[in-house]
Nanobody
């Protein structure tokens, strides 16, 4: 059974940084596995914000491009999201999952950015 556990969320001032982690169990983050970070602001739908491809490539939505960076560590079977220059509009619950093979969502981690 695949389990996703997100952590690292916090309350931070605008302009600050956070690093989110996603621990993955039940599936190996091999080079063929695409993994992504998503976020859901209160009252909104859950949206994809970043994908990590096994070959080292990554893709970002425009709103986070240049500020966020997705990475993975195969030795820890984990995925990370480095978030810099945070803005109040980044406030949301953040999740990880597999875009082409979705699994049950984890509990997410809350990121709150104050102005």
């Amino acid at each position: 059974q695949v389990r996703l556990v997100e952590s690292g969320g916090d309350l931070v001032q605008a302009g600050g940084s956070l690093r989110l982690s996603c621990g993955v169990s039940g599936i190996i983050l091999g080079s063929e596995v695409v993994v992504g970070w998503y976020r859901q602001a209160s009252g909104n739908q859950r949206d994809r914000i970043a994908y990590s491809y096994g070959d080292g490539g990554a893709d970002y939505v425009d709103s986070v491009k240049g500020r966020f960076s997705i990475s993975r560590d195969s030795t820890k079977n984990a995925v990370f999201l480095q978030m810099n220059s945070l803005k109040p509009e980044d406030t949301a619950v953040y999740y990880c999952n597999f875009p082409y093979d979705p699994r049950p969502w984890g509990q997410g981690t809350q990121v709150t950015v104050s102005s």
